[in-house]
């Protein structure tokens, strides 16, 4: 089956998200001669020249020559010309020549316009890496270390195997007295070779906490509370055995909360706050509201930043006008022809995402009364026979798409979800049993956390029954919830 040319613009229009269509039709307006944008001004409300005509107290009147008063008035008006326009004249700067208007490269304009890149965390080290005092060896030890710094700002290989690499510009000291002066950079942390040296080189960093910050009277080095907890008890940490560190190290688990929450300050990925940064802005592309609490719903598109087209009539009578060139004829019929296809693809695009997403609200009406507990299963099935279009017209008008309303700014296709029912035949999609797992959760007591069996058992009091244990794991691996031995709080 082969599709139309304009069936594809319309199904290219229809996939595109609200910021990217406004670029399109950028590229539309600039390509196409015939399109244009439509001009809002009425033309009825314009100034007439009556109007536009200056005030008489500005001197500007037809000078008449006689020879009354040997024409002492008209030279008087001549005069006063430079005090009324005074001020103009001193703002307005001295006159300058325009330059002749040259045609612009595109590609050059393409390089003015666009965005510089991000400097990189090799970069950045590097630039840094240059000002450092060492000598040559090192220099170049340190180099060869920067290379293999991953983006999160750790050293990917071991140090002995750059100093395997044949490498006879430097040696294996060369190469331990360059790590020493990398990890010394900035962002502090970077150059860290697992998670562990990495909060060290932070905690050490800040100045007071290394093992070098002061000695005790017997000449022990005096490392601060983190710092030794760190060093010393890192793996029982990370699997929350509090009560041995306590005990390990003659502190009250109080204590050991009190640094865990300023550790918790520490960066663990270094290196990301240097580089690019990818996040994209979400723009909703369609907005539902409350109308005055009447339980009633609006459902507009959030397109008011979009600029309306139209043909432009010079070039449309010049299409029908059979004095104009055939060349030029054919020119304009073909750029008129794409400029209707665009427009009815824009409206087209209007049409589809309004009516999917007032058959959304309609179906979702609980949850955008009640919240994210309420919302109910919804096969795109289901939409797009209501709607009257086809089903993969359905899945690209949500694509990339996103929703905003009390709840927050949510994907289109966060409504479109499977499910199951509850013993009083009511559906529960999973995006609803997700929410309820989580509001389960958050309310345990922390210092006896539920694990997955009580939390079976809790959503089945809910209404919920008939989740299987793993089940219930797999929802809260996928919700980065960890298991009920680090959940707990001492």
Same mark, same amino acid.
């Given at each position: 089956?082969?599709?139309?040319?304009?069936?594809?613009?319309?199904?290219?229009?229809?996939?595109?998200?609200?910021?990217?269509?406004?670029?399109?039709?950028?590229?539309?307006?600039?390509?196409?001669?015939?399109?244009?944008?439509?001009?809002?001004?009425?033309?009825?409300?314009?100034?007439?020249?009556?109007?536009?005509?200056?005030?008489?107290?500005?001197?500007?009147?037809?000078?008449?020559?006689?020879?009354?008063?040997?024409?002492?008035?008209?030279?008087?008006?001549?005069?006063?010309?430079?005090?009324?326009?005074?001020?103009?004249?001193?703002?307005?700067?001295?006159?300058?020549?325009?330059?002749?208007?040259?045609?612009?490269?595109?590609?050059?304009?393409?390089?003015?316009?666009?965005?510089?890149?991000?400097?990189?965390?090799?970069?950045?080290?590097?630039?840094?890496?240059?000002?450092?005092?060492?000598?040559?060896?090192?220099?170049?030890?340190?180099?060869?270390?920067?290379?293999?710094?991953?983006?999160?700002?750790?050293?990917?290989?071991?140090?002995?195997?750059?100093?395997?690499?044949?490498?006879?510009?430097?040696?294996?000291?060369?190469?331990?007295?360059?790590?020493?002066?990398?990890?010394?950079?900035?962002?502090?942390?970077?150059?860290?070779?697992?998670?562990?040296?990495?909060?060290?080189?932070? &905690?050490?960093?800040?100045?007071?906490?290394?093992?070098?910050?002061?000695?005790?009277?017997?000449?022990?080095?005096?490392?601060?509370?983190?710092?030794?907890?760190?060093?010393?008890?890192?793996?029982?940490?990370?699997?929350?055995?509090?009560?041995?560190?306590?005990?390990?190290?003659?502190?009250?688990?109080?204590?050991?909360?009190?640094?865990?929450?300023?550790?918790?300050?520490?960066?663990?990925?270094?290196?990301?706050?240097?580089?690019?940064?990818?996040?994209?802005?979400?723009?909703?592309?369609?907005?539902?509201?409350?109308?005055?609490?009447?339980?009633?719903?609006?459902?507009?598109?959030?397109?008011?930043?979009?600029?309306?087209?139209?043909?432009?009539?010079?070039?449309?009578?010049?299409?029908?006008?059979?004095?104009?060139?055939?060349?030029?004829?054919?020119?304009?019929?073909?750029?008129?022809?794409?400029?209707?296809?665009?427009?009815?693809?824009?409206?087209?695009?209007?049409?589809?995402?309004?009516?999917?997403?007032?058959?959304?609200?309609?179906?979702?009406?609980?949850?955008?009364?009640?919240?994210?507990?309420?919302?109910?299963?919804?096969?795109?099935?289901?939409?797009?026979?209501?709607?009257?279009?086809?089903?993969?017209?359905?899945?690209?008008?949500?694509?990339?798409?996103? &929703?905003?309303?009390?709840?927050?700014?949510?994907?289109?296709?966060?409504?479109?979800?499977?499910?199951?029912?509850?013993?009083?035949?009511?559906?529960?999609?999973?995006?609803?049993?997700?929410?309820?797992?989580?509001?389960?959760?958050?309310?345990?007591?922390?210092?006896?956390?539920?694990?997955?069996?009580?939390?079976?058992?809790?959503?089945?009091?809910?209404?919920?029954?008939?989740?299987?244990?793993?089940?219930?794991?797999?929802?809260?691996?996928?919700?980065?919830?960890?298991?009920?031995?680090?959940?707990?709080?001492?």
């Amino acid at each position: 089956m082969k599709l139309a040319p304009h069936m594809i613009q319309s199904m290219e229009i229809l996939q595109l998200p609200i910021l990217a269509l406004q670029e399109r039709i950028e590229q539309e307006l600039n390509s196409n001669p015939v399109l244009e944008l439509e001009d809002t001004e009425n033309p009825d409300e314009a100034a007439t020249p009556s109007e536009l005509a200056p005030d008489d107290n500005l001197g500007e009147k037809t000078l008449i020559v006689d020879t009354d008063n040997n024409k002492a008035g008209d030279f008087e008006r001549l005069e006063s010309i430079e005090d009324d326009f005074k001020d103009f004249l001193d703002q307005s700067g001295p006159y300058r020549t325009r330059p002749d208007d040259e045609e612009k490269d595109p590609k050059l304009e393409a390089i003015k316009n666009a965005a510089a890149p991000p400097q990189s965390l090799h970069d950045y080290l590097t630039e840094q890496w240059l000002l450092v005092d060492a000598e040559e060896p090192v220099k170049k030890a340190g180099s060869a270390i920067i290379d293999y710094i991953d983006e999160r700002g750790y050293l990917s290989v071991p140090l002995e195997q750059l100093a395997g690499k044949d490498q006879k510009e430097f040696t294996a000291e060369h190469l331990k007295e360059a790590l020493r002066l990398v990890q010394q950079l900035d962002p502090p942390g970077v150059g860290a070779r697992d998670l562990r040296e990495c909060l060290l080189l932070q &905690l050490t960093q800040r100045g007071d906490e290394g093992p070098q910050a002061g000695s005790t009277a017997s000449g022990v080095p005096d490392m601060s509370f983190e710092y030794r907890l760190i060093a010393d008890h890192m793996d029982a940490l990370l699997e929350n055995r509090l009560p041995d560190i306590a005990k390990k190290m003659d502190c009250s688990i109080e204590r050991l909360n009190q640094a865990i929450r300023r550790l918790s300050k520490l960066d663990i990925s270094p290196g990301l706050q240097i580089g690019r940064n990818d996040s994209i802005p979400i723009t909703p592309d369609v907005l539902v509201e409350s109308r005055d609490g009447s339980g009633d719903f609006s459902v507009r598109l959030a397109d008011r930043g979009l600029p309306s087209l139209r043909l432009n009539p010079f070039y449309t009578r010049m299409a029908d006008d059979h004095q104009t060139s055939e060349n030029t004829r054919k020119f304009l019929q073909n750029n008129i022809r794409s400029a209707h296809w665009i427009i009815e693809a824009i409206e087209q695009r209007k049409h589809t995402l309004l009516k999917v997403a007032q058959t959304i609200v309609r179906h979702q009406r609980d949850f955008f009364e009640q919240g994210p507990l309420y919302l109910r299963p919804l096969p795109m099935a289901t939409v797009a026979q209501e709607v009257g279009v086809h089903l993969a017209t359905v899945s690209r008008a949500v694509s990339g798409k996103y &929703l905003q309303c009390e709840w927050g700014i949510l994907p289109l296709r966060k409504f479109f979800s499977g499910g199951m029912e509850d013993t009083g035949g009511e559906a529960h999609s999973w995006e609803a049993i997700r929410a309820k797992l989580q509001q389960i959760i958050d309310e345990e007591d922390k210092t006896h956390p539920l694990n997955d069996d009580q939390i079976k058992k809790k959503l089945a009091e809910a209404g919920i029954p008939n989740l299987a244990r793993r089940t219930v794991a797999k929802y809260r691996k996928l919700m980065n919830i960890p298991t009920a031995k680090f959940r707990r709080k001492y």
